[in-house]
């Protein structure tokens, strides 16, 4: 979760234009509109994915896992020559993102396409709330054949930094509390709902839901959380990204100034 950052809520925004600009940001961008390297990262994603879901637990042989040690050092040294850890393209979660509607969080660890560490878990906005879908595999165990608490709180996290951006004002979370009602199944299609509840000066209340299908067809509820995010100031957090990105260039670079 994120530190509250100091700074202004700024002026009274129009809500039905905000709650229209979220809903923008949360809609699938068209294939025929998708560069060809952001398709391609998407897919380099899904199929690593593939690969950890499988690789967890796996009765593989000895030797097929040793081949594969060589396989992928030799695809991860082809990355070798070219820049890398310094993209920081977009935004890493969805509370810093303000009500842009073309927002990207490609890289988010939650709901990032190009990111293989995401489930990824999908967001819409739908009458004036947001609702997320996700199905998270054997690397997100906690309890057998459960996704693990951790997640869980990471996933609301997501949720309602999301669905704050629909006070007009959005900013980073101060607290997630969450409340875990029933186990959450691995391998599952999963629902949540996030909602606005108020909002106080510069915190923002949000309260979240997650439910699963059992075999039977009864919807059963897994988890609930209450957020509370602070409003922030948006020069701040620019200030934060350039210094995050120089720290970067000069640990890359190897000095230390």
Not at 39 to 54: E, F, G, K, L
Not at 90 to 117: K, T
Not at 171 to 183: C, E, F, I, Q, S
């Amino acid at each position: 979760m994120s530190d509250a950052v100091e700074g202004p809520p700024g002026a009274g925004p129009d809500l039905e234009l905000v709650k229209a600009e979220v809903a923008m940001r949360w809609q699938e961008t068209p294939l025929e509109e998708l560069t060809e390297r952001r398709t391609a990262m998407r897919d380099v994603a899904d199929s690593m994915r593939t690969i950890i879901d499988r690789l967890v637990g796996t009765a593989a042989p000895t030797e097929l896992i040793v081949e594969m040690v060589d396989e992928l050092a030799s695809i991860a040294s082809q990355l070798d020559d070219w820049p890398h850890g310094t993209l920081y393209e977009g935004f890493a979660e969805a509370a810093n993102a303000g009500a842009d509607p073309h927002a990207m969080f490609e890289h988010s660890p939650f709901i990032g396409r190009a990111n293989p560490l995401a489930p990824p878990i999908s967001l819409a906005e739908v009458d004036g709330h947001l609702e997320g879908r996700a199905r998270f595999g054997s690397a997100y165990e906690g309890p057998p054949g459960c996704v693990h608490g951790g997640y869980i709180a990471g996933a609301f996290d997501e949720l309602l930094g999301a669905t704050q951006s629909l006070s007009g004002n959005p900013g980073m979370t101060a607290r997630l509390t969450v409340n875990y009602r029933t186990p959450t199944p691995l391998h599952a299609d999963l629902f949540m709902r996030g909602e606005l509840t108020s909002v106080e000066g510069r915190k923002i209340f949000t309260h979240g839901w997650l439910y699963a299908t059992d075999p039977d067809g009864t919807e059963r509820l897994c988890a609930e959380a209450d957020g509370l995010f602070i409003s922030i100031d948006f020069g701040r957090f620019a200030a934060m990204k350039n210094e995050r990105e120089q720290a970067e260039r000069h640990r890359l670079e190897g000095t230390d100034d």
